[in-house]
C-alpha cells in the first residue's frame, strides 16, 4: 500500500519535472530568437564589409569601434537623436498628463455620455494608425503642421491615448471607494483628491503609461516617413533608413547606428521590466 | 430635543428602499451603536449622517440645524471606514495631518496636535510610517488618530473592527470605549457585532430592512426584545424558541402547550395576557441561561436527550432535543463542571420569569405589548 503511494508521487514529481523541463527549454529557445539578432548586429557593427561577409557568425577579428563614431557624426544619428527625444518626451509628456485625468473620469465622476466617451476611447486601441494616414496627412497639411515636430507629435498623442486611458482607467476602477469617501469628509476639493491623493496613488500604472509610450513613440516610423520631409527633423527610426541608403555598402557603421537607436528602449526596458510587466497585465485583466 | 435628529429619513437608490428609519434622536455625548444584519441600512444611515449620501426624504439636524445641503467637511464630523481608508501614498503623520493642512492650520499647530493624537493612541513611534507597513491594529489606531485630531462634533466609525482578528478585536473595542469616555464626543457606531454592540453601547438601534425595530439600552434590548428578530438577533447563543398555544380555560393563569410541556403563567404576567386579546398561537421564547439543565433539577419541566455539547471555557452549553415533542429542541446552559454526554438524557426546568411571547403574525412581542398595555410595570420579573 505504502510502495504503491510512493510510486504514485514519485510518478507524480517525475511528470511535473518533464513539464518543466520542457517549458525551460521552450523559453531558452524563444529568448536565443529574440536576442541573438540584437547580438548578431551587436557584433557585426564592430566589423568592416569584409568581415561581415567572410565571417557573418564569427566575433570580430579586430573590433572597429570607429563605425560608431561615423554614425553619430556623418549619419547625423545625433541629429535623429535629439529628434527623438523632443517628439518622444513631449508626446508621452502630453499623455501623462492627459491621460490620468480622463482616466479618473470614466473611473469615478459621473456624467452623461460617460459610457459613450470610454467606448469611443476604446474604439482607438482598435483602428491601425496607416488606416486612418491619408487623411491624417491632409488635415495636417490644411493645418500647415506638416513637417514639424507636431505632425509626429500630436498623432502620436491621439493613438497613444486610448491605450494609456484604458490602463489608468482600470487602475482608477480598483482603488477602493472609501478613499474617495475619506477625501470628502477630510474636505478635499474634486482637484485636491485627484491631485493629492488619486494621481499618486495611480503612479503605478502611470509608470506604465510612460514607459510603454515611450518605447513605442521612440520606435514610430509610419508618421515620421510620412509626414516629416526634412532630414533635420528625422527621428531615429527614419534616419536610418536614409543611412542606409547613404552608406549602402557600410553595414558597420549601418549596425552601430542600429544599435545606438535601440540603446535607450533596452535601458528603460532594463530597469523597468518589472513595472511593464505589472502594467501590461494591469492593462488587459482590467475591469469593465 | 437630541442633538442630534433624524426626522422621517427615507433613503431611496433608484425606487428601491434602501432606509425608512423614521425619526431618531440622539444625545450629546451619547455613543449610539447601529447594529443590525447586512443589508439592514446601518451604514446607509451613518453616510446619510456623514454627508456622503443625501436623503431622498426627510431632514437631519445637528444641534437643532438642518444639515441635508451642507457637505461632510461642514458637518464638523469625523469618519473612520472599515478599511480604514488610509492615503497608502502619505506616511502616517501625513495622514493624520491631511485635514489640518486642508484648513489651512498653521505647520506648528498642526505637529502639536498631531503628535499630541499620536501619543494618545501609543501611535508616536509610527509617525514614519506607510499604512502598509503597519498592522491591522496599528493602521486602525492611525484611521482613529485621523478622526479625533480634527476635533469634530460627532465620530462616525463604520465597523471599524471587522478587519481585525478576534483578540485584537477585543482589545481595540475597549480602546475605543475608553477613547469615548475621554472625549465625550457623540459617536454613531455600525457593526453587525451584537456582541461588539452590546459591550460598547449606551443605546443600541436596531435595524432590519431599512426600519428601526428597538432602540433602547444593551440590558433593556436583552431583557425586553420588542419582537422575535431582536430577541434572536442579540444574545449568544441565540434565543431558544418553541412553538406553544395559549390556552385561557384556567382561571388566573394560562397554560402555555408546547409540544407535551405544560407550562403555568404566573397570575400578574397572566392577568395582563388576558386583557391583550392574545392569539391562540404563539412562540415562547427563552434564553439559554434561563433554561435549569442538569441529570437532576428540582420540579423539572421536562426531559430532553442531549444532542450536542459546546465547552467554551468560561461557560459550557448543552443542545438537547425534548422528549415526547416532534422535533423540539433547546440549547441550555451548563453549570456543572462535568460534561454531558450525547445521548444522555437531561431534566430542565424554564424560568417563568424570564419568559419571552411572540405573536407568529407578526413576530411582535406579545408579553411586552400586554404589559404596555396593562401599564404595569412593563418588566417581565412582574411575571413572577
Given at each position: 500500500m505504502t510502495g504503491d503511494l510512493y510510486a504514485l508521487e514519485f510518478k507524480k514529481r517525475r511528470q511535473r519535472l518533464l513539464k518543466r523541463l520542457a517549458l525551460y527549454a521552450a523559453l531558452i529557445l524563444y529568448a536565443f530568437f529574440i536576442i541573438y539578432p540584437i547580438f548578431w548586429v551587436g557584433v557585426n557593427s564592430l566589423k568592416d564589409n569584409q568581415e561581415i561577409f567572410t565571417r557573418p557568425w564569427g566575433l570580430p577579428a579586430d573590433p572597429k569601434w570607429g563605425n560608431y563614431r561615423e554614425a553619430w557624426a556623418d549619419g547625423n544619428i545625433g541629429g535623429a537623436f535629439k529628434n527623438s527625444v523632443i517628439v518622444t518626451g513631449t508626446s508621452v509628456l502630453a499623455i501623462a498628463l492627459m491621460a490620468p485625468m480622463a482616466g479618473y473620469a470614466l473611473a469615478r465622476l459621473r456624467f452623461t455620455g460617460q459610457k459613450a466617451i470610454f467606448y469611443l476611447f476604446l474604439s482607438g486601441m482598435f483602428i491601425a494608425p496607416i488606416t486612418g494616414l491619408i487623411p491624417l496627412l491632409k488635415l495636417l497639411r490644411n493645418l500647415g503642421l506638416v513637417n514639424s515636430y507636431w505632425a509626429l507629435i500630436l498623432p502620436n498623442v491621439a493613438y497613444g491615448l486610448p491605450l494609456s486611458v484604458f490602463i489608468v482607467r482600470s487602475f482608477f476602477v480598483g482603488i477602493p471607494k472609501s478613499i474617495e469617501d475619506a477625501t470628502r469628509v477630510d474636505g478635499l476639493s474634486s482637484w485636491q483628491t485627484y491631485w493629492m491623493i488619486m494621481l499618486p496613488m495611480a503612479l503605478p500604472a502611470l509608470y506604465t503609461v510612460i514607459i510603454l509610450q515611450t518605447v513605442y513613440i521612440?520606435?514610430?516610423?509610419?508618421?515620421?516617413?510620412?509626414?516629416?520631409?526634412?532630414?533635420?527633423?528625422?527621428?531615429?527610426?527614419?534616419?536610418?533608413?536614409?543611412?542606409?541608403?547613404?552608406?549602402?555598402?557600410?553595414?558597420?557603421?549601418?549596425?552601430?547606428?542600429?544599435?545606438?537607436?535601440?540603446?535607450?528602449?533596452?535601458?528603460?526596458?532594463?530597469?523597468?521590466?518589472?513595472?511593464?510587466?505589472?502594467?501590461?497585465?494591469m492593462g488587459f485583466s482590467a475591469k469593465g | 430635543m437630541g442633538n442630534l435628529v433624524l426626522r422621517n429619513i427615507v433613503k431611496k437608490f433608484n425606487d428601491s428602499m434602501a432606509v425608512d428609519i423614521g425619526s431618531l434622536e440622539i444625545d450629546e455625548g451619547e455613543f449610539i451603536v447601529l447594529l443590525g444584519p447586512s443589508g439592514c441600512g446601518k451604514t446607509t444611515t451613518l453616510r446619510l449622517i456623514a454627508g456622503l449620501e443625501s436623503p431622498t426624504e426627510g431632514e437631519i439636524l445637528f444641534n437643532g440645524q438642518v444639515v441635508n445641503a451642507l457637505s461632510p467637511k461642514e458637518r464638523n464630523?469625523?469618519?473612520?471606514?472599515?478599511?480604514?481608508?488610509?492615503?497608502?501614498?502619505?506616511?502616517?503623520?501625513?495622514?493624520?495631518?491631511?485635514?489640518?493642512?486642508?484648513?489651512?492650520?498653521?505647520?506648528?499647530?498642526?505637529?502639536?496636535?498631531?503628535?499630541?493624537?499620536?501619543?494618545?493612541?501609543?501611535?508616536?513611534?509610527?509617525?514614519?510610517?506607510?499604512?502598509?507597513?503597519?498592522?491591522?491594529?496599528?493602521?486602525?489606531?492611525?484611521?482613529?488618530?485621523?478622526?479625533?485630531?480634527?476635533?469634530?462634533?460627532?465620530?462616525?466609525?463604520?465597523?471599524?473592527?471587522?478587519?481585525?482578528?478576534?483578540?485584537?478585536?477585543?482589545?481595540?473595542?475597549?480602546?475605543?470605549?475608553?477613547?469615548?469616555?475621554?472625549?465625550?464626543?457623540?459617536?454613531?457606531?455600525?457593526?453587525?457585532?451584537?456582541?461588539?454592540?452590546?459591550?460598547?453601547?449606551?443605546?443600541?438601534?436596531?435595524?432590519?430592512?431599512?426600519?428601526?425595530?428597538?432602540?433602547?439600552?444593551?440590558?433593556?434590548?436583552?431583557?425586553?426584545?420588542?419582537?422575535?428578530?431582536v430577541a434572536n438577533f442579540i444574545g449568544s447563543p441565540e434565543m431558544n424558541f418553541l412553538n406553544c398555544r395559549v390556552d385561557p380555560a384556567e382561571k388566573g393563569a394560562l397554560l402555555l402547550l408546547t409540544g407535551g410541556l405544560r407550562l403555568l403563567l404566573p397570575p400578574d404576567g397572566a392577568e395582563a395576557m388576558a386583557r391583550a386579546n392574545l392569539p391562540r398561537e404563539a412562540i415562547l421564547g427563552i434564553r439559554p441561561k434561563n433554561v435549569k439543565t442538569g441529570y437532576q433539577v428540582e420540579n423539572p419541566d421536562g426531559v430532553g436527550e442531549v444532542a450536542f455539547f459546546e465547552r467554551l471555557g468560561e461557560v459550557n452549553y448543552v443542545h438537547f432535543n425534548i422528549l415526547g415533542t416532534s422535533g423540539a429542541s433547546l440549547i441550555a446552559r451548563w453549570d456543572a463542571d462535568d460534561g454531558a454526554t450525547p445521548g444522555d438524557q437531561v431534566q430542565f426546568r424554564l424560568d417563568r420569569t424570564r419568559i419571552h411571547l411572540f405573536d407568529p403574525a407578526d413576530d411582535l412581542s406579545l408579553l411586552g405589548n400586554a404589559l404596555r398595555q396593562n401599564r404595569s410595570a412593563g418588566s417581565l420579573a412582574a411575571i413572577g
Open positions: 521612440w520606435n514610430e516610423f509610419l508618421f515620421a516617413l510620412v509626414l516629416i520631409r526634412t532630414p533635420d527633423l528625422f527621428t531615429l527610426p527614419r534616419a536610418l533608413v536614409t543611412f542606409k541608403g547613404t552608406f549602402i555598402t557600410s553595414f558597420g557603421p549601418l549596425n552601430a547606428a542600429v544599435i545606438l537607436s535601440a540603446v535607450p528602449t533596452i535601458i528603460l526596458y532594463s530597469i523597468f521590466s518589472d513595472k511593464i510587466r505589472r502594467g501590461m497585465s | 464630523i469625523a469618519m473612520v471606514f472599515q478599511d480604514y481608508a488610509l492615503y497608502p501614498h502619505m506616511r502616517v503623520y501625513e495622514n493624520i495631518a491631511l485635514n489640518l493642512r486642508v484648513d489651512r492650520v498653521p505647520r506648528d499647530e498642526i505637529d502639536r496636535r498631531v503628535r499630541e493624537v499620536a501619543g494618545l493612541l501609543n501611535i508616536g513611534h509610527l509617525l514614519g510610517r506607510k499604512p502598509r507597513a503597519m498592522s491591522g491594529g496599528q493602521q486602525q489606531r492611525v484611521a482613529l488618530g485621523r478622526a479625533i485630531v480634527r476635533n469634530p462634533k460627532y465620530f462616525l466609525m463604520d465597523e471599524p473592527l471587522s478587519n481585525l482578528d478576534a483578540k485584537l478585536r477585543l482589545t481595540m473595542r475597549s480602546e475605543i470605549k475608553k477613547l469615548h469616555n475621554r472625549l465625550g464626543t457623540t459617536t454613531i457606531y455600525v457593526t453587525h457585532d451584537q456582541e461588539e454592540a452590546m459591550v460598547i453601547a449606551d443605546r443600541i438601534v436596531i435595524l432590519k430592512d431599512g426600519r428601526i425595530q428597538q432602540a433602547g439600552s444593551p440590558r433593556e434590548i436583552y431583557e425586553h426584545p420588542q419582537s422575535r428578530f
